[in-house]
C-alpha cells in the first residue's frame, strides 16, 4: 500500500518509454517524470535494482484504460454513465480516463468511429502533465483502493519474490567462493525469461480482448510470444543436450512435441470456449452500451416531455405543442441518415419549419427531396421560408406542407397552408411582411417568389437558381 | 391500370369492410371512433399471425395496417401482406406508420400496400384514404411522395429508359404537386386534368416504385438499409 488516497492513483501512463512506469509514478508522486527517470537509470546502475523496481511495477501496476475499464464496470444504474457524459459520444465511456483532467479538451470532440480505445490515441504527455494532472484531479472524489491491485497479485509477487531470492543466494553462494553452475543457470535464466515474456504476452492478449487493441499493438505481441517462445526453448535444448547425447536430445524433442500436440488437441476447445465467452462478453457489454444510451436519451426527453403534458393537461394548445416538439425531437435521433451531411439547407430549413411550429403551435410538416450545401444566397430563401411559414401558420391556423426540393445548388420551397387565404392587391403598404421579407427579399438575392392564394389556401413558391449569381446582386 | 371506380365512387352509397391492423390497442379503438359510420370494422389484429387469421377469415376491402407489427418472423406489416398474397387483389392494403424511415414505408409499399398515411391524420382523412384504397386507387400521402421523388430522381424519364425505371414528366408533376400537400382534387384543378387522371398517375407510379428493379432505386433503398 504506497498511496495516500489523495493522490493520483498509481497507473501505468500512456506517455511512455518502455513501459509507462515512470510517467505513471511521477504522476502519482507529483513529480517531474525526468527526475522519475534519472532516478531510476541511477538506481539500474546500482546493481541492476531500479531494473528489478521497474519490472516489478511494470508486472503489478495497472495500465490507465485498464484501470478506468475496471472503475467503468461498476456503474449504478446503466442510466448513469451516459447521462453523466451526455457529452462523450456513444461507445467512449469505458475509456475515459480516470486521470480525467484534459481528456476532453484535448480528445478530438467527434470520434466517428466510436471505438471504445481513446486513451493511446490522445496526446498526452507533452511537457510536464504529471502536475497540472495531479491538480485537476485533486478535486475528484476519492477512488477506492480495490481497482488498483490485480487478483493475481499474491501468485506473481511470490513468483517474483522467490525469483528474486533465488538471484541473491546465488551471489552471496559466489560471494562466498561457491562454484556456482552457470552453464545450468543461464539455460534456466532464459527459460525464466521466455516465460515471464510469454506470461505477458497472455496478459496482453485479454487486456485487447477486452478493449479493441489496435492491430498493431497485436503485431507486437506477436513478436513478443515468438521471443518468449524462442527463449524457452532454445534454453530448454541447451539444458537438456548438457545432460545428454544429441541423439536423446532430438528423441525427447519428437516426444515433447508429440505432448504438446496431445496437450493442445485436449485444451483446444476449452481455449475456443474462452475466446467465445470473450466475444459474447464484448458483444453484450456493446449491447448494454447502446442500451443505456437510448435509456439516457428517453429519460432525458421522452419521459421530461411526458410529465410536462401531464402538468398542462388543461392547456391543448400547450399538449399539442409539447407534444410535437417531442416527435419532433424523437424523429430527429430515431430516423436521422447517419450518413448524411449535417447542416445542409434541408437541416436549416427543417429547424426553421420546427421554430414555427413552437411559436405558433401549428404543425409544420416538411418533406425534403434531395439536398445542397447552404451558400450565402440560400439564407435569403431560409428566411424568406420562415417569414412564409410564420404566416402560413397565423393566417392559416391549420398544418402548413413544406416542400423543398434542391440540389446542385438550386433550390425551390414551397409553403402551403389550408387557410382562408387573402388577396396580395389588398395587402396594405405598410405590412412589410409578405411585400419586403418575402418577395423582395428573395428578388434581391437573384431568387424568385410567387405567391397564390384563394379561398381555399395559399402557397408560396420561392426559387433559388443553382447559378453563384446571389454574390454579385445587391445586398440589402 | 385498375382505374375503375369501386365504392368510393359513389360517396351516398359507399361503404367499406375494413380490418385494424395495429399492437397498440389504445390506437386500434381511437382509429375505430375516427373512421366514417359508414365504414364497417369487421376484425382487429395486434400481431402478423393474428392478422393473417383474420383477413382470411373476414376478407375485407381495405386492412389498415401497421408497418411494425409483433410476431411472425419479425417483417411486420410487410410480412402480413405476403401471408395475405392470395386475396391480394381483392382486400388492399393500406399502411398507417408513425415512422419517417424511408426503409419501413417503402418496404410495405413494394410488398404490396396500395397506399401510406401517417398516423397523425384526421378521422377524415383516413376514411377518405379508405375509400379512395377500396376503388383501387393508391394513396400517397406527401412523404411517401418525397421518398418516390428521391428514390426516383426529379429529371423526367428519357425515352431510352425502361419505362418501370422512371417517372413521366406527368407523373413527377403530379408527385411534386401531392409532396407541397395538395389533395387530388388541387392536383387536377392545378394540372388542368381530371381527378381520375390524377389517380391514374399516382396508381402507375405506386406501380413502378413496386416493379422497378431500377438501379437507382436499389442503390437508394440500400442506402436506407433496405433490401
Known sequence: MTTVPARLPLVRRSDRFIAGVCSGLAAHLGVPVVHVRVAMVLASLAGGAGVVFYAWLWIMVPTADESARRQARRPSSPIAPAVSRETVPAAVPWAAAPAGGGIDGIAPPSRPDGGPRTDNASPRGLGYPALGEAAASASEPVRPPWFRFREMRYGKEILLGTGLLLVAGILIAQLLGVDVPLGTLIPAAAVLGGASIAWMQLDETRRAGLVDKTKADQAGGWARLAAGLALVVAGVLVMVSGSGSWEQTWLALLASVAVLGGVVLVLLPWALKFWRDLEAERAGRIRETERAEIAAHLHDSVLQTLALIQRRAASEHDVVRLARAQERELRGWLFADPGKDAGHLSDRIKAVAAEVEDLLGNAVEVVCVGDTAVTEGHEALIQASREAMLNASRHGGGTVSVYLEASGGRAEVFIKDRGPGFDLQHVPEDRLGVRESIIGRMNRHGGTAAITSSSEGTEVRLGFPAAPQDSTEGKP | ???????????????????????????????????????????????????????????????????????????????????????????????????????????????????????????????????????????FSPRLAGFVLDAFGTAPADIADDELDRLSARELEVMRLIARGYSYKEVAKELFISIKTVETHVSAVLRKLQLSSRHELTKWAAERRLL
Open chain 2, 1 to 139: 391500370m385498375n382505374t375503375t371506380q369501386g365504392p368510393g365512387s359513389d360517396p351516398a352509397a359507399r361503404s367499406a369492410r375494413v380490418v385494424i391492423v395495429d399492437d397498440h390497442a389504445i390506437f386500434r379503438s381511437g382509429l375505430k371512433a375516427d373512421l366514417d359510420p359508414s365504414i364497417q370494422v369487421v376484425g382487429e389484429a395486434a400481431t402478423v399471425e393474428q392478422a393473417i387469421a383474420v383477413i382470411a377469415q373476414q376478407r375485407p376491402d381495405v386492412v389498415l395496417l401497421d408497418v411494425h407489427l409483433p410476431g411472425g418472423l419479425g417483417g411486420g406489416g410487410r410480412e402480413v401482406i405476403a401471408g395475405s398474397a392470395a386475396l391480394l387483389p381483392a382486400t388492399k392494403f393500406l399502411a398507417l406508420s408513425v415512422s419517417d424511415a424511408a426503409e419501413d414505408v417503402v418496404a410495405v409499399i413494394r410488398a404490396g400496400a396500395r397506399g401510406y398515411v401517417t398516423k397523425t391524420i384526421s378521422g377524415a382523412e383516413i376514411t377518405d384514404a379508405v375509400y379512395r384504397v377500396a376503388g383501387g386507387d393508391a394513396v
